[in-house]
């Protein structure tokens, strides 16, 4: 595994806003921004700052549809970084 991956995963994962934009993918599937910003109560530019940092880390896929920029999680990409951290242990 790409040591720079790790890097920018866990950076990404140390955020509490986004730590909590990645439960909420997790339960729901997928996110709008607008549906980021409800949830995290942060402005639009902020919002736009953390999901730029979860989409380059590649724990998050992001699709624009229209004026929208969906966002999944990248399943793959999360269970590369949990078999890193498993071999920690």
Known sequence: MEHRFVEKATGAISDKYRLSILMELSRRGNLTCTEVQELTGLSQPCVSHHV????ESGLV?????????NLTLNKTSLQQLSGFLEKLV
């Open 52 to 55: 730029k940092l979860l989409t």
């Open 61 to 69: 896929n992001a699709q624009k549809e229209g004026r929208n920029l």
